[in-house]
């Protein structure tokens, strides 16, 4: 099911657990990291975009449609979002985002 499951990402330094929901799913108003992401086979995942935000049902949540990159993922074949809520400090929350772009270059986030 949907949101009851989880996949390990790799920030290079140890694996963090995220949970895989669909696409616009509503989320508490929590702090956290997500990736738009392609679910092509069981357990496998292209992230395609990586963000953090302070409020993850803002950004990738019941306003996903005007995130920024929604589109552009839905045209790489975005179905699912991974999450991982995350209440310590916006740094650390930074710090996660740049160890996973670092380790996964997704091509959303190539400027």
């Known amino acids: 099911m949907v949101g009851n499951r989880s996949v390990l990402l790799n920030t ?18 929590r702090p956290g990291v997500y990736a738009f992401a392609a679910n092509y ?15 993850l049902d803002e950004r ?21 979002m991974l999450v991982r809520l995350f209440l310590g ?9 740049t160890a996973l772009l670092n380790n996964y270059a997704p091509p959303l986030n190539l400027q």
């Open 12 to 29: 290079g330094l140890s694996k963090l657990e995220f949970f895989v929901h669909p696409i616009g799913a509503v989320f508490k108003q």
């Open 89 to 97: 400090p916006e740094q650390a929350r930074i710090d996660i985002e």
């Open 60 to 80: 990738v949540g019941s306003n996903v449609a005007s995130h920024e990159k929604y589109k552009a993922a839905i045209g790489f074949g975005a179905n699912v």
């Open 41 to 55: 086979a069981e357990s496998r995942y292209s992230l395609l975009y990586i963000g953090q935000t302070v409020n």
